[in-house]
């Protein structure tokens, strides 16, 4: 039926007990967009009858939408937090809405659309004006909602046919085809779309190397399915929503210079942060020296350390890591979470094998002072009676 075609599709609350009174509806969805995100939608329905005395007393009905919000289960706000790179959402909505003659879709007057910077997204309340008429019908109120890049606009609402005509490409023949050879299989590439996607391939055949004359390119430090996911983003700027090795497939755009690839794994492995792969997200960001994020997730430890004290690489971590710079704050949370007996056993011997340079810390003074206890037993791993 045309309606259910012209519906937006995920998104569909049913209203059709809404009458001259007040529902409130919570909806599990998931935004389509790459990377996708679950999201709960939730807001708030009410319906009003009200006269105009200007029309001559004609009466409307005002389809109130409330209390509109987004909750998301990720924590891409954390990252972006000290970057330029902002999120907007933006969300369509409609009412289905019939008569005795036939089913159409009403808009509501304005798009709503905030930048998120909180787990949780508020909207602003709007309304929709339809006549009081017993033969108007609404079936359901649906939504449509859009993720926006704030800092490259232009991406948005970007045409496909580029994409389209490097999707064709990537299948089709040619007799300058680049063979990138990893192991025993071959992957076939226009030498023209290697070149405009990275520097590093251009290079290579914009001088006189061994390369540019037997038209094989042969790579032994990564897999054949990373090799496979980098080609098809050269055809098609997206990479699978499922990889499994964005880490690795980040390494291969740092290789070969690919500044876009880099962007768009960055942008899935932020989309999937949590507490079990924030550490070792840290560990990535520290070897390939990604300062802004390396920053961000020390903040994102600081503020969900409850939760990161129950993840063993977290713990692991803690004790991997301690040096004079950090041993006070290490020695500090194992204060506060009796979790952490292991890292407090790595920061105790840390404080033995250093013991001139931590007292002659700044701040070390102060927090014996505050953990009197902690402190006697610091005092006796380093002095065990005989």
Do not use: W
């Not at 977290?314 to 009796?338: A, F, G, K, M, Q």
Request: charged share 25%; aromatic share 12%; proline share 2%.
């Amino acid at each position: 039926m045309s309606e259910v075609i012209e519906c937006f599709k995920a998104n569909i609350l049913n209203v059709s007990d809404l009458s001259y009174g007040c529902i409130e509806f919570s909806l599990k969805c998931s935004l389509q967009q790459k990377p996708k995100e679950s999201i709960k939608l939730e807001c708030e329905l009410s319906e009003i009858l009200f006269s105009c005395k200007q029309l001559f007393y004609t009466s409307f009905r005002l389809i109130d939408l409330g209390k509109l919000k987004l909750t998301f289960d990720n924590y891409i706000h954390e990252i972006q937090a000290n970057t330029t790179q902002k999120y907007a959402y933006k969300i369509d909505v409609r009412a289905l809405v019939s008569d005795n003659r036939e089913t159409f879709h009403v808009n509501f007057p304005r798009v709503f659309q905030e930048t998120r910077i909180t787990k949780i997204l508020n909207f602003k309340s709007q309304g929709l004006v339809l006549p009081d008429s017993s033969e108007l019908e609404i079936s359901h109120v649906c939504f449509n909602i859009h993720r926006l890049r704030l800092d490259e606009p232009e991406k948005n609402d970007k045409l496909l046919v580029y994409t389209n005509f490097c999707e064709l490409s990537y299948k089709s023949l040619s007799c300058d085809l680049i063979s990138l050879t990893v192991g025993d299989q071959n992957f076939s590439v226009h030498r023209e779309t290697l070149c405009s996607s990275s520097d590093v391939f251009a290079a290579m055949f914009n001088h006189e190397m061994q390369e540019n004359n037997t038209k094989i390119i042969k790579i032994e430090d990564f897999k054949a399915d990373v090799i496979e996911e980098m080609i098809k983003f050269m055809y098609t700027n997206e990479i699978t929503e499922t990889i499994e090795h964005p880490q690795d497939l980040y390494a291969v755009a740092h290789k070969y210079q690919m500044e876009n690839l880099k962007a768009k794994c960055l942008e899935y492995l932020i989309f999937n942060l949590n507490f079990s792969n924030a550490t070792n997200l840290y560990r990535f960001a520290k070897l390939y020296d990604i300062e802004y994020l390396m920053t961000t997730l020390n903040l994102f430890f600081n503020k969900y350390m409850k939760n990161m004290v129950d993840e063993e690489t977290y713990r692991n971590h803690l004790s991997e890591t301690i040096i004079l710079e950090n041993i006070v704050d290490i020695l500090l949370l194992c204060t506060l979470y009796e979790k952490l007996e292991d890292v407090q056993k790595s920061a105790f011997n840390f404080v033995k094998n250093n013991i001139s340079e931590v007292l002659a810390l700044p701040n070390i003074i102060n927090l014996f002072k505050d953990h009197p206890k902690f402190t006697l037993d610091l005092f006796k791993f380093i002095h065990p009676k005989n």
